[in-house]
């Protein structure tokens, strides 16, 4: 599929586990642009406390790979962002940073939490960051332990102003069958918004919404699926707030929940 946006990645350079070199960033948008990818947010790992200098250092880094990009003849357009680890105080800082919204644009925030241990007050944090006219988005909910065990977390997330972001490695099987079949549960079930590479380098974790759009050929259909990999991230460019979220009903829940459960213990 040509146009796709992918908003989760590590494309800065020498600056968190992303890639090593300028070269290799280079090679890991030269393979997004042959995946049919036209743009991506470069969303860096940052934690809570960050400086001046380190912001600085972010913003110079994507503008030399930006810059880079244009004379290497590399059509893909790289939007600032951050994976913002979780912290108590996540609206303050969104606050303060450029670099902590989507594009800089004080709207969207990619969130990701610790993968073993689920943070407490998470769902007051995203309630608070809603009110204030800030979208949370969740960084591959399907990989947090936490959702294994309680699947239905993911809809406490959906009712308090979070969006999800499935990692299309997660689609592809490449965190475990039990990653793949929450992923899978997620999306035949419209809770999910985008899907994002998390791409940290040019082979292994790299860019791959094309392979995960064909895997999903067989599940989904066409326009939900464009709607995950085009008109959503779009909608974050265009300062577009998404906010009919579909979250599973109500009176569905527990033999639902108890035939998930079933389903990813095997
Ligand atoms: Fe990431």
Redesign the pocket.
């Known amino acids: 599929m040509n146009g796709m946006i992918d908003i989760?990645n590590?494309v800065v350079f020498k600056f968190d586990d992303g890639p090593q070199s300028l070269e290799e960033a280079l090679e890991m948008l030269q393979i997004a642009h042959e995946q049919g990818i036209s743009a991506v947010f470069a969303?860096s790992?940052f934690a809570e406390n960050i400086s001046e200098d380190l912001e600085g250092e972010y913003f110079r880094k994507l503008e030399q790979l930006r810059e880079a990009a244009e004379e290497k003849d590399i059509p893909v357009a790289v939007y600032s962002g951050a994976?913002l680890f979780f912290h108590h105080y996540l609206e303050q800082t969104i606050k303060n940073h450029r670099v902590s919204t989507l594009a800089g644009l004080q709207q969207y925030a990619l969130i990701?939490f610790p993968l073993f241990l689920m943070p407490s007050g998470v769902e007051d944090v995203l309630f608070n960051l809603s009110l204030n006219n800030i979208i949370p988005i969740i960084?591959h909910p399907e990989r947090y332990s936490a959702l294994q065990d309680k699947p239905e977390k993911a809809i406490a997330f959906l009712r308090h102003g979070g969006l999800l972001q499935v990692n299309a490695g997660s689609i592809l099987g490449e965190f475990g069958k039990q990653v793949q079949k929450l992923a899978m549960w997620m999306l035949e079930n419209r809770m999910v918004h985008f899907i994002g590479s998390?791409a940290h380098a040019p082979r292994g974790r790299t860019f791959k919404l094309q392979e995960a759009v064909d895997y999903l050929r067989n599940h989904l259909d066409e326009d939900y699926i464009r709607m995950l990999v085009q008109e959503n991230p779009l909608k974050i460019i265009n300062e577009i707030p998404i906010r009919e979220v579909h979250v599973p009903e109500e009176d569905e829940k527990p033999s639902f929940f108890q035939r998930l459960k079933r389903r990813l213990k095997g």
Do not use: L, S
Request: hydrophobic letters at 10%; aromatic letters at 0%.
């Open positions: 989760h590590h969303t790992h994976e990701e960084a998390d």
